[in-house]
């Protein structure tokens, strides 16, 4: 079982507001990553991180922004949430053992944008 | 670019037995993935094949055809609880720590 955390699980939030969703793991990997899943849909690899001070854009174009100062976490900013910004939002950290590279997910947030 | 397919949705028998199917186009390969993910909860890990042949897990088992291109997961033994998206996920690139995600297979076991 992995431990890797995300507040808030909801948010339901105007257009114009900048808001933060936080994800925090206690494995000590180094790679995290962020996720947008809509409905019934794939997940979109927004950003990711291979370690302290590194951060970069996934495959989905996202208006939103990421840190990594520390190795436990991994916050996304939108500075100007809009309508558009609807989606679940999954945070994953991953590490190397053996042959095996496992992404394990948090629990997730849902954003709604009104 | 990166095409992964998988079936929409599949509907199987309480008991039975579902293959799901899942082929890839990718450049580089580094290992497939399944994840399981029951309606508004996150993914969570099922199985990882990096060489060809089939891995079992208990009542699930993952298959890899790396020269087809082609995967594919067996539940055995179905239950209510198993009704959930599939997801076939492809790390590819070398040096790559990117999972590329289908659209994944939702699977609905009757009674």
């Known amino acids: 079982e992995a431990d890797i955390y995300q507040t808030p699980r909801y948010l339901v939030i105007g257009t114009g507001k900048k808001i933060t969703l936080e994800c925090s793991q206690t494995?000590?990997?180094?790679?995290m990553y962020w996720y947008q899943q809509d409905p019934g849909m794939e997940l979109h690899l927004i950003h990711y991180s291979y370690g302290v001070n590194s951060t970069e854009k996934g495959d989905l174009s996202s208006e939103s922004t990421v840190s990594r100062i520390r190795t436990e976490h991994f916050p996304l900013t939108l500075e100007s949430a809009r309508p558009s910004h609807t989606s679940q939002y999954l945070c994953a950290s991953s590490e190397y053992q053996g042959r095996q590279e496992t992404q394990y997910f948090g629990p997730g947030t849902r954003l709604l944008v009104l | 670019g990166q095409n992964i397919d998988q079936p929409t949705e599949m509907t199987a028998t309480e008991g039975a037995i579902v293959q799901i199917n899942c082929t890839y186009q990718t450049s580089g390969f580094n290992g497939l993935f399944w994840y399981q993910q029951h309606a508004g909860e996150a993914p969570t890990f099922l199985s990882y094949?990096?060489?060809?042949g089939l891995e079992e897990k208990g009542r699930f088992s993952s298959f890899l055809s790396r020269s087809k291109g082609y995967s594919y997961l067996l539940l055995k033994e179905l239950q209510m609880k198993d009704s959930a998206s599939y997801l076939c996920a492809v790390l590819a690139g070398a040096g790559s720590y990117q999972l590329t995600f289908g659209k994944g297979t939702k699977l609905s076991v009757i009674p």
């Open positions: 094949n990096v060489l060809d």
């Open positions: 494995m000590g990997h180094d790679k």
